[in-house]
């Protein structure tokens, strides 16, 4: 009975590996070998490309030839870290081998020995996020170095990671950490409940996942932030918010956020409190002028134009004289050329990209102004708009403020101020109806907290942060330290 139950397990064994050759016929770089020993005969399979090949010819195979009296799998469990996967099914057979792991197959047995070579770059200063006196190493492509970046900074075993598995075809791993006595329970099981319930046939992107376990996919706002710097993902955790590490992506996502969250700089932490106050007054600033000041502009030059002072009319009127085009239009021209420059600033080289975008904008900027088909005012309006939207922090809330200025600058053309002012109220409406993972998305501004306020608008000494803030819901409310 025992014979014949062997011999089943054997032939369940030997479909298996056929199954498995069957499935990566088509692939060149997948290897299946016959080695012979002295006494025994076995096959090693893995994928070339994935492996490093001067491990398992160096290595892992002449330490196998050196056994004499204790059989191939024994003598293996003894050398090597070996793994048993002869129960394991075909699909995780495969993703051992998508692993870079060289899988044994010995008499009944099959083993895998992790020999993966998979290419990496060193940790570097992140790109997103240039650092003046913080570190200067940045996530990375490897899902575990960036671990190891955040594990290194937090050495306290309530910060908990749990893996997942995305993607039907792609099986890209992902990560949620988190600190266990901190983070709202609620929150918690809200995320590990969207992880488990997204449908991908690939994963490559970060903000793939974002977009399906966020509350509103089709915001035009962010309800999730990134960042590529590991100092700031751990201030972060330490508020009571989740983080998520896709591999592949030099980003790292989390939650929950807020408005004011988006406009704090990882260096914030590094400059002195007075001088962060300032800079976050500037980059509240900068949303504004950003988004509503060209169509404040349009709506005072073109609509009510009694509303300003007598010498500005003045200078309006003489670098508008002759001009064929009307306000509204000369502004949306304008913005599309800048954000035509920008565009073709971002996708060239880095070395040249920023030269041409400022001197295409120049340029072309005073060549329009002299064959006149611009003013000179409209020019600086422009000008101060996209200096004002370089001041923000995170780039999807730019990219955000950027469809709010032609919405503001629409409503204007055919409003006036009444139409700035409309798109002002349905902003803060819009504002007010989003949240992340339950927390509302005005955050720290309401309902209104003095203590939230001035925590989140400015920045005080270190001393003076005992509490973490209240926007996350965390269990642990006493123990923040920082802003």
């Given at each position: 009975m025992e014979n014949k139950t062997l011999l089943e397990c054997k032939d369940s064994l030997w479909e298996k590996v056929t199954q498995l050759k069957s499935q990566f016929s088509q692939s060149q770089d997948f290897v299946c070998q016959k080695h012979k020993t002295d006494e025994e005969t076995f096959e090693i399979i893995y994928i070339d490309s994935l492996v490093n090949m001067q491990y398992l010819d160096q290595y892992i195979l002449p330490k196998l030839n050196e056994y004499k009296d204790a059989s191939i799998k024994l003598h293996m469990q003894t050398l090597f870290q070996v793994e048993e996967v002869t129960f394991k099914s075909l699909e995780d057979v495969a993703s051992l081998l998508f692993d870079g792991n060289v899988i044994f197959y010995v008499g009944d047995s099959l083993l895998s020995i992790n020999a993966g070579d998979f290419p990496k770059r060193q940790p570097e200063e992140s790109a997103l996020e240039t650092s003046i006196r913080g570190p200067k190493d940045g996530f990375v492509e490897d899902i575990k170095t960036n671990v190891s970046l955040i594990r290194r900074r937090l050495h306290t075993?309530?910060?908990?990671?749990?893996?997942?598995?995305?993607?039907?075809?792609?099986?890209?791993k992902v990560v949620l950490m988190y600190l266990d006595d901190v983070i709202d329970k609620k929150v918690l099981h809200e995320i590990r409940k969207r992880l488990n319930g997204v449908e991908l046939d690939i994963l490559t992107s970060a903000y793939e996942l974002e977009s399906s376990v966020r509350d509103r996919p089709y915001s035009v706002f962010p309800t999730m932030d990134f960042s590529g710097r590991p100092d700031f993902v751990v201030q972060v955790l330490n508020q009571g918010r989740f983080a998520l590490i896709v591999d592949g992506n030099p980003t790292v996502s989390f939650a929950p956020i807020s408005l004011l969250l988006q406009t704090k700089s990882p260096e914030d932490t590094y400059i002195n409190y007075a001088f962060v106050s300032l800079e976050r007054l500037i980059r509240m600033l900068g949303i504004m002028v950003s988004g509503f000041f060209p169509g404040i502009w349009i709506a005072f030059s073109a609509f009510n134009i009694e509303q300003i002072p007598y010498l500005l009319v003045a200078t309006i009127s003489v670098s508008r004289f002759g001009l064929p085009l009307s306000a509204p239009i000369e502004m949306f021209i304008i913005l599309f050329l800048f954000e035509l420059f920008n565009e073709a600033g971002v996708r060239l080289p880095r070395a040249i990209g920023q030269t041409v975008a400022v001197l295409g904008g120049?340029?072309?900027?005073?060549?329009?102004?002299?064959?006149?088909?611009?003013?000179?005012?409209?020019?600086?309006?422009?000008?101060?708009?996209?200096?004002?939207?370089?001041?923000?922090?995170?780039?999807?809330?730019?990219?955000?403020?950027?469809?709010?200025?032609?919405?503001?600058?629409?409503?204007?053309?055919?409003?006036?101020?009444?139409?700035?002012?409309?798109?002002?109220?349905?902003?803060?409406?819009?504002?007010?109806?989003?949240?992340?993972?339950?927390?509302?998305?005005?955050?720290?501004?309401?309902?209104?907290?003095?203590?939230?306020?001035?925590?989140?608008?400015?920045?005080?000494?270190?001393q003076f942060y005992k509490m973490r803030t209240a926007s996350t819901s965390p269990d642990d409310a006493s123990r923040g330290e920082h802003n």
């Open positions: 075993p309530s910060l908990c990671l749990e893996k997942f598995t995305i993607g039907k075809r792609s099986k890209t120049l340029i072309v900027g005073d060549a329009a102004i002299r064959a006149g088909l611009t003013s000179p005012t409209m020019l600086v309006v422009a000008a101060i708009t996209y200096i004002a939207s370089f001041t923000l922090v995170n780039q999807s809330l730019s990219s955000a403020i950027t469809i709010v200025r032609f919405f503001v600058i629409f409503l204007s053309t055919f409003f006036g101020l009444f139409g700035v002012i409309l798109g002002f109220i349905l902003t803060v409406f819009y504002f007010s109806s989003l949240n992340s993972f339950g927390a509302p998305y005005f955050g720290s501004a309401a309902p209104i907290s003095l203590t939230e306020a001035v925590k989140s608008f400015l920045k005080a000494p270190v």
